[in-house]
């Protein structure tokens, strides 16, 4: 079984910065695609970032240029860094780690999510 912890959400102002992180336990993270995505309540949960198995990204056009996603294997770690935030950016974060994600798929495991905040 897989289990994803994402850490890093906060309060931060607008034109901030922050970083998460989401560890998985588990032995199938470095051979699978690995993503950020975020939801505001009422609305569909939506894809933020991807980074696949080969390190290959994928990014949502309303953060890219502002956000960059990186995994570390070697700590079954995957990061996202986050600046120029702005109040939009406002949702609960998770992490989800499966099969083809650079291609629409669903994740297999989902994090328990970490809100981030960004104040006007």
């Known amino acids: 079984q897989v289990q994803l912890a994402e850490s890093g959400g906060g309060l931060v102002q607008a034109g901030g910065s922050l970083r998460l992180s989401c560890e998985a336990f588990g032995s199938i993270f470095s051979g699978s695609d690995v993503g950020w995505y975020r939801q505001v309540p009422g609305k569909e949960r939506d894809l933020v970032a991807i980074m696949t198995s080969g390190f290959r990204p994928k990014y949502a056009l309303s953060v890219k240029g502002r956000f960059t996603i990186s995994r570390d294997n070697a700590k079954n770690t995957v990061y996202l860094q986050m600046s120029s935030l702005s109040p939009e950016d406002t949702a609960d974060y998770y992490c989800?780690?499966?099969?083809?994600?650079?291609?629409?798929?669903?994740?297999?495991?989902w994090g328990q999510g970490t809100n981030v905040t960004v104040s006007s």
């Open positions: 989800g780690l499966g099969q083809h994600l650079f291609y629409g798929g669903v994740p297999d495991y």
